[in-house]
């Protein structure tokens, strides 16, 4: 079992930055944040290997954001710089036990069993 707490959203400028945290409990393979606005599916923003660090973006966000894990702090963080309006969303942690066998479960919300809370990012221009 893994619990997620998560922290950091906020209203911004466009331009602006913000960092999410997300602390997690029991033992995880991968974690992942997702994105969610009304009305659409949860998308994909960034990945990472739990165990050595390898990192996972969407397209949409390269550049932009960087995932990167506290293996001491059990947390994992979204650094989000110039942010953009269409960056809006309420954003979800998630994280997985199973073993990595293909990269390409990193991108797929199915791929994770375990979901914090959310938090709402509001970016305005």
């Known amino acids: 079992q893994v619990q997620l707490v998560e922290s950091g959203g906020g209203l911004v400028q466009a331009g602006g930055s913000l960092r999410l945290s997300c602390t997690a409990s029991?033992?995880?393979?991968?974690m992942a944040w997702f994105r969610q606005v009304p009305g659409k599916e949860r998308e994909f923003v960034a990945g990472v290997s739990w165990s050595v660090g390898s990192t996972y973006y969407a397209d949409s966000v390269k550049g932009r954001f960087t995932i990167f894990r506290d293996t001491a702090k059990n947390t994992v963080y979204l650094q989000m710089n110039t942010l953009k309006p269409e960056d809006t969303a309420v954003y979800y942690c998630?994280?997985?036990?199973?073993?990595?066998?293909?990269?390409?479960?990193?991108?797929?919300?199915?791929?994770?069993?375990?979901w914090g809370q959310g938090t709402q990012v509001t970016v305005s221009s």
């Open positions: 029991g033992r995880r393979s991968k």
């Open positions: 998630a994280a997985d036990q199973r073993v990595i066998y293909r990269t390409n479960t990193y991108y797929r919300a199915n791929e994770y069993d375990y």
